[in-house]
């Protein structure tokens, strides 16, 4: 790519003005400090014009040699600093994923931050302002598997307005009306959290990890999907929205407090996305119409994914900065002392999702739906606990932090 | 304010010329040459406050320098320069229409020259071209006189002679080559309508002037804090790019003996 000798360009007739520094500044660019481009030219205009160009660019006008009408200029390339903060050599794509392109170009040690928004790779003019990223450390900027994680999030966008089955819908018994309209007001509400907390960590994440910013973007872009379809469905059977309860608010509000992406993605996709996809499946199986179950069903792909991404993060720095475990334990342990006066899930979502489970309301039913409800704190706990252990958490410490989570779910 | 700190004085021609000497000011301090600048609107008071010794040492453009030289019968101290200060060049360009190949096809058109007081936009280009055997007698000059006191260093009247060519109000006209080859690069000037026909022999452009009674450790001090300033040292680069330099030089007199020659035969006051 770079030459440390000689390169030889033609310019033809062209003059500074016209054309020619488009062939001499990506020579000398290519050329190495010190290193010599020679230009053929036959405008004479240039004798004069390019020795006082390169002393504005810097560069060392050597001299001119003339034969026949061409000139040939000797420009020696200035000492102009490029910076390479980061160094693979060159190759070509032949999937055109992020995750071929992260496995060629894997993420640094540490990110300078001077390099900004400059994309992985570029060569750096030195002289750069200084960028406030926080997150310029690859133990606390995510996985390296984010890349394969946006391929999927990418191949699998949906949207509510074409892929979701709105005109089957049909109106549901009242009780099983309001019961779907409770539980998407639910969800909704708990859905802003996920919308708002990760995208205040997009801008901390130094560009030099933009697998983990795109990452972000795609999940920003489904949590507002889900808060779209979630609504129209809360809305679409001639019922008002339900309640929000105090507690969930209080909840969220603890949840926001998250001071940092690693605690954040901790408590938002382990512990509170990674309960609402057992909640999403009790929804989907108990789902009185089609419409319904698609809309969870395809909500429930994206927050697997999410879930991926909050496992595969902590873990990552939980194995390459052991020092972080008492952090998020303590981020647990901070949330539950907010929450220390809820004692379950807001009570209208507790009926919502019994109607749900029965069917309908006959007292045998209900009685069948109350069970599947209480299978579902079993299922949430005993899945939670899994989570913590691949996130690298022991066995004790799994059953300790599941059994502090919020039991508003998120 | 301690009595070693050197007062220098600049012309402030944009608003950069103050980060610029502020940058300067604390690399001087970190050199142990406390420093403070002054700056003023135009070369006129700058020179006036210098021979007054009102300040130490001014950063003066080459009509300045030729001033405090008469002022001083050759006896004022040159201190320094920037590389790019040496063998400036003036040009000679004119529309591809019109016909004018050389200098001497000027004679009865219109020449467009920059400000009164631009040694490269106009003083000088004239006293060459007359040198050259143009009769200026026959030319038709006419000078945008604008930012006068700043003797051309804000490059105005050169982008105004610039455009007179490019909008056809007139055939031929003189700049700086550093507007013209800078321009050029940023793709301002259309090749198809303009072209250099002549360039003039080389000038010297400015320098930092003092007093024959400078306290001379004040001059030790400048000097050894000013060519202490590296382009290979990345803090120092970024006010060399800046100041439009990659390396001080020591002083030379013999680039400015034309703008003497020139100033006499104009009779520019001084
Ligand atoms: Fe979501
Ligand atoms: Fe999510």
Same mark, same amino acid.
């Given at each position: 790519?770079?030459?440390?000798?000689?390169?030889?360009?033609?310019?033809?007739?062209?003059?500074?003005?016209?054309?020619?520094?488009?062939?001499?500044?990506?020579?000398?660019?290519?050329?190495?400090?010190?290193?010599?481009?020679?230009?053929?030219?036959?405008?004479?205009?240039?004798?004069?014009?390019?020795?006082?160009?390169?002393?504005?660019?810097?560069?060392?006008?050597?001299?001119?040699?003339?034969?026949?009408?061409?000139?040939?200029?000797?420009?020696?390339?200035?000492? @102009?600093?490029?910076?390479?903060?980061?160094?693979?050599?060159?190759?070509?794509?032949?999937?055109?994923?992020?995750?071929?392109?992260?496995? !060629?170009?894997?993420?640094?040690?540490?990110?300078?931050?001077?390099?900004?928004?400059?994309?992985?790779?570029?060569?750096?003019?030195?002289?750069?302002?200084?960028?406030?990223?926080?997150?310029?450390?690859?133990?606390?900027?995510?996985?390296?598997?984010?890349?394969?994680?946006?391929?999927?999030?990418?191949?699998?966008?949906?949207?509510?307005?074409?892929?979701?089955?709105?005109?089957?819908?049909?109106?549901?018994?009242?009780?099983?009306?309001?019961?779907?309209?409770?539980?998407?007001?639910?969800?909704?509400?708990?859905?802003?959290?996920? &919308?708002?907390?990760?995208?205040?960590?997009?801008?901390?994440?130094?560009?030099?990890?933009?697998?983990?910013?795109? @990452?972000?973007?795609?999940? &920003?872009?489904?949590?507002?999907?889900?808060?779209?379809?979630?609504?129209?469905?809360?809305?679409?059977?001639?019922?008002?929205?339900?309640?929000?309860?105090?507690?969930?608010?209080?909840?969220?509000?603890?949840?926001?407090?998250?001071?940092?992406?690693?605690?954040?993605?901790?408590?938002?996709?382990?512990?509170? *996305?990674?309960?609402?996809?057992?909640?999403?499946?009790?929804?989907?199986?108990?789902?009185?119409?089609?419409?319904?179950?698609?809309?969870?069903?395809?909500?429930?792909?994206?927050?697997? !994914?999410?879930?991926? @991404?909050?496992?595969?993060?902590?873990?990552?720095?939980?194995?390459?900065?052991?020092?972080?475990?008492?952090?998020?334990?303590?981020?647990?342990?901070?949330?539950?002392?907010?929450?220390? /006066?809820?004692?379950?899930?807001?009570?209208?979502?507790?009926?919502?999702?019994?109607?749900?489970?029965?069917?309908?309301?006959?007292?045998?039913?209900?009685?069948?739906?109350?069970?599947?409800?209480?299978?579902?704190?079993?299922?949430?706990?005993?899945?939670?606990?899994?989570?913590?252990?691949?996130?690298?958490?022991? *066995?004790? *410490?799994?059953?300790? &932090?599941?059994?502090?989570?919020?039991?508003? @779910?998120? | 304010?301690?009595?070693?700190?050197?007062?220098?004085?600049?012309?402030?021609?944009?608003?950069?010329?103050?980060?610029?000497?502020?940058?300067?000011?604390?690399?001087?301090?970190?050199? %142990?040459?406390?420093?403070?600048?002054?700056?003023?609107?135009?070369?006129?008071?700058?020179? *006036?406050?210098?021979?007054?010794?009102?300040?130490?040492?001014?950063?003066?453009?080459?009509?300045?320098?030729?001033?405090?030289?008469?002022?001083?019968?050759?006896?004022?101290?040159?201190? +320094?320069?920037?590389?790019?200060?040496?063998?400036?060049?003036?040009?000679?360009?004119?529309?591809?229409?019109?016909?004018?190949? /050389?200098?001497?096809?000027?004679e009865g058109k219109t020449l467009a020259v920059g400000s009164r007081d631009s040694t490269q936009a106009k003083i000088l280009p004239l006293h060459f071209l007359k040198a050259e055997g143009v009769d200026l007698n026959k030319v038709n000059v006419v000078s945008f006189d604008v930012d006068l006191g700043k003797h051309g260093d804000?490059?105005?009247?050169?982008?105004?002679?610039?455009?007179?060519?490019?909008? %056809?109000?007139?055939?031929? +006209?003189?700049?700086?080559?550093?507007?013209?080859?800078?321009?050029?690069?940023?793709?301002?000037?259309?090749?198809?309508?303009?072209?250099?026909?002549?360039?003039?022999?080389?000038?010297?452009?400015?320098?930092?002037?003092?007093?024959? /009674?400078?306290?001379?450790?004040?001059?030790?001090?400048?000097?050894?804090?000013?060519?202490?300033?590296?382009?290979?040292?990345?803090?120092?680069?970024?006010?060399?790019?800046?100041?439009?330099?990659?390396?001080?030089?020591?002083?030379?007199?013999?680039?400015?003996?034309?703008?003497?020659?020139?100033?006499?035969?104009?009779?520019?006051?001084?």
């Amino acid at each position: 790519m770079t030459t440390a000798s000689s390169t030889a360009i033609t310019g033809g007739d062209l003059t500074l003005g016209s054309g020619l520094l488009a062939v001499l500044r990506p020579a000398l660019l290519l050329t190495e400090e010190g290193g010599v481009v020679s230009l053929a030219s036959t405008n004479s205009s240039n004798r004069f014009d390019l020795p006082r160009w390169c002393q504005v660019e810097h560069h060392h006008y050597l001299r001119c040699e003339s034969q026949n009408e061409v000139d040939t200029h000797f420009i020696q390339r200035g000492p @102009f600093p490029r910076l390479r903060h980061y160094e693979v050599p060159s190759f070509e794509l032949t999937e055109f994923s992020l995750e071929e392109l992260t496995a !060629r170009t894997p993420f640094p040690k540490t990110a300078q931050t001077t390099s900004a928004f400059a994309p992985r790779g570029a060569d750096l003019e030195e002289g750069r302002p200084n960028f406030p990223f926080s997150i310029h450390d690859h133990r606390f900027a995510g996985p390296p598997e984010v890349a394969r994680l946006y391929d999927q999030a990418t191949k699998n966008q949906w949207s509510s307005l074409h892929d979701i089955p709105w005109r089957k819908l049909k109106p549901l018994p009242r009780p099983l009306n309001l019961a779907v309209s409770q539980v998407m007001t639910f969800l909704a509400e708990n859905e802003f959290s996920a &919308l708002y907390l990760p995208s205040r960590f997009v801008s901390t994440v130094h560009p030099y990890f933009m697998e983990t910013s795109l @990452f972000l973007a795609t999940q &920003l872009a489904d949590e507002a999907r889900h808060i779209d379809a979630f609504m129209k469905r809360a809305w679409a059977c001639g019922e008002k929205p339900g309640v929000s309860a105090v507690s969930t608010a209080d909840s969220l509000l603890s949840l926001l407090k998250s001071r940092d992406f690693l605690e954040a993605t901790f408590l938002l996709s382990v512990l509170g *996305e990674g309960t609402f996809l057992d909640l999403l499946a009790f929804i989907e199986n108990h789902a009185p119409d089609d419409v319904t179950a698609e809309i969870v069903r395809r909500a429930r792909q994206d927050e697997s !994914r999410h879930v991926h @991404f909050g496992i595969a993060h902590v873990q990552h720095s939980l194995s390459t900065s052991p020092s972080v475990r008492t952090h998020l334990k303590a981020s647990v342990e901070r949330r539950a002392s907010d929450l220390a /006066n809820m004692s379950g899930a807001p009570t209208m979502l507790q009926d919502a999702l019994v109607v749900l489970a029965a069917g309908d309301t006959s007292p045998k039913n209900l009685r069948r739906g109350h069970d599947k409800y209480r299978e579902l704190l079993d299922t949430m706990s005993t899945n939670r606990i899994k989570r913590l252990k691949s996130s690298g958490f022991s *066995e004790e *410490e799994a059953d300790y &932090l599941s059994e502090l989570h919020t039991p508003n @779910f998120m | 304010m301690a009595k070693d700190t050197i007062i220098l004085g600049a012309v402030a021609y944009l608003p950069k010329v103050v980060t610029i000497w502020e940058g300067i000011r604390d690399f001087f301090e970190a050199q %142990g040459a406390p420093l403070d600048f002054v700056l003023f609107s135009n070369y006129e008071r700058q020179v *006036e406050y210098l021979l007054e010794s009102k300040i130490d040492i001014a950063w003066n453009a080459p009509l300045a320098h030729v001033r405090i030289k008469h002022h001083t019968g050759g006896k004022s101290l040159s201190l +320094g320069m920037r590389d790019s200060d040496r063998d400036f060049h003036s040009r000679l360009i004119v529309r591809k229409d019109s016909a004018i190949k /050389n200098p001497k096809d000027i004679e009865g058109k219109t020449l467009a020259v920059g400000s009164r007081d631009s040694t490269q936009a106009k003083i000088l280009p004239l006293h060459f071209l007359k040198a050259e055997g143009v009769d200026l007698n026959k030319v038709n000059v006419v000078s945008f006189d604008v930012d006068l006191g700043k003797h051309g260093d804000t490059g105005m009247s050169e982008l105004d002679v610039l455009a007179a060519l490019h909008d %056809g109000k007139a055939p031929a +006209g003189t700049i700086g080559d550093l507007i013209w080859v800078t321009e050029q690069a940023a793709g301002h000037i259309d090749p198809n309508v303009v072209e250099c026909v002549w360039v003039t022999p080389g000038f010297d452009h400015c320098m930092f002037d003092a007093l024959p /009674n400078l306290d001379p450790q004040k001059v030790e001090r400048f000097k050894k804090a000013l060519f202490a300033m590296k382009w290979e040292n990345a803090s120092h680069r970024r006010l060399l790019e800046l100041e439009g330099l990659k390396e001080w030089l020591p002083p030379r007199e013999e680039g400015y003996k034309s703008l003497k020659e020139a100033v006499s035969d104009q009779k520019i006051a001084l």
